[in-house]
């Protein structure tokens, strides 16, 4: 085994980095061959790294959305006083939340509002497709309160109401 002195350069052949690792993991693990087995590990990351990619952005919208909640939650035990004398108790955590969903969806996705100026002043209605995300209306609200200091709100189906969070 390498001592704490030595170094894999030592000695009458020098090794890689990569190599000289393996040597010593194969050493403190006693297994013999341990390259194999590790050749084998990165080939099954390398075929699973598709799978991991896809479960990813699921996994971090999931977890934003309850981000939200909990910012939602404790905005409103610490504002508990400021209720009972303002009428717009909510406005700060609104735009906290638009400011959060924002920067997911434009840090994320990229994402960019255009023709926000073609929405009239009074009521409006605006339709998306039917293959919408909930993360892209997340973002069109968010990114329309930024701009525009106007609410959208959601029409759905009984059965989205239903999902958890």
């Known amino acids: 085994?390498?001592?704490?002195?030595?170094?894999?350069?030592?000695?009458?052949?020098?090794?890689?980095?990569?190599?000289?690792?393996?040597?010593?993991?194969?050493?403190?693990?006693g297994v013999e061959h341990i390259e194999d087995?590790?050749?084998?590990?990165?080939?099954?990351?390398?075929?699973?790294?598709?799978?991991?990619?896809?479960?990813?952005?699921?996994?971090?919208l999931v977890?934003?959305?309850y981000t939200s909640i909990l910012l939602l939650h404790i905005y409103k035990r610490k504002n508990e006083l400021k209720e009972a004398y303002s009428?717009?108790?909510w406005d700060g955590a609104r735009q906290m939340l638009a400011t959060l969903w924002?920067?997911?969806?434009?840090?994320?996705?990229g994402y960019?509002?255009?023709?926000?100026?073609?929405?009239?002043?009074?009521?409006?209605l605006v339709v998306f497709y039917h293959?919408?995300?909930?993360?892209?209306?997340?973002?069109?609200?968010?990114?329309l309160l930024i701009q525009k200091k106007r609410y959208c709100h959601v029409v759905a189906d009984h059965f989205v109401f239903r999902l958890p969070g």
């Open 1 to 29: 085994m390498i001592g704490g002195n030595e170094s894999c350069a030592a000695g009458p052949m020098p090794m890689s980095y990569l190599t000289c690792l393996t040597y010593i993991l194969g050493e403190w693990t």
């Open 37 to 60: 087995y590790l050749s084998y590990a990165v080939y099954l990351l390398w075929v699973l790294f598709p799978l991991v990619a896809v479960f990813l952005l699921p996994g971090v």
């Open 63 to 65: 977890i934003l959305f």
């Open 87 to 89: 009428n717009d108790f």
């Open 102 to 109: 924002d920067g997911h969806g434009r840090i994320w996705h």
């Open 112 to 124: 960019e509002l255009h023709g926000a100026e073609n929405i009239p002043e009074g009521p409006g």
């Open 131 to 143: 293959g919408a995300t909930p993360a892209d209306c997340v973002y069109f609200m968010a990114r």
